[in-house]
């Protein structure tokens, strides 16, 4: 489009029609309420875990967290709840953060940061299930 908008003849439809929204948005609502609602029993499970290893040895606590079940409630729990971190924090950046750049840039830390929490998370749980 040349000139100004003073010029343009279209109607306030077809001015947003094909731009706006990158068509993203229902996928991330849906994938939000999904980890929500996956994070409920996930949570209450991680939350049983920390108290059946309250008051256990060191030994006690790595052996049930070795656990096959107990791994992996925990790597799914680590998975869902690092995924859905970085869905919120995305979207109070993309509402609050103004200045273009400054939005692109805690997007792209704000992935980053959730990646690592998540690997290092799943690491953890990894070596002391396979005995490392």
């Known amino acids: 489009m040349s000139g100004s908008d003073k010029t343009d003849m279209r109607t306030p439809l077809s001015k947003v029609r094909g731009h706006g929204s990158a068509k993203e ?3 991330h609502f849906w994938e939000q309420r ?3 609602f996956a994070n409920i029993p996930l949570s209450l499970f991680f ?3 920390v108290f059946a290893m309250a008051g256990k040895s060191y030994n006690e606590a790595m ?4 656990h096959p079940f107990v791994a992996v409630m925990l790597l799914l729990f680590v998975v869902s709840s690092t995924y859905h971190m970085k869905l919120g924090m995305q979207m109070v950046i993309e509402d ?3 200045g273009e750049k400054k939005k692109i840039l805690m997007l792209m830390l704000n992935i980053f940061f959730s ?3 998540a690997l290092a998370c799943i690491f953890s749980i ?3 299930s396979f005995g490392g």
């Open 25 to 27: 948005g229902t996928s």
């Open 126 to 128: 990894l070596k002391i």
């Open 34 to 36: 999904l980890t929500a």
């Open 47 to 49: 939350m049983y875990a």
């Open 96 to 98: 609050y953060v103004s």
């Open 115 to 117: 990646a690592a929490v």
């Open 63 to 66: 052996a049930f967290i070795a």
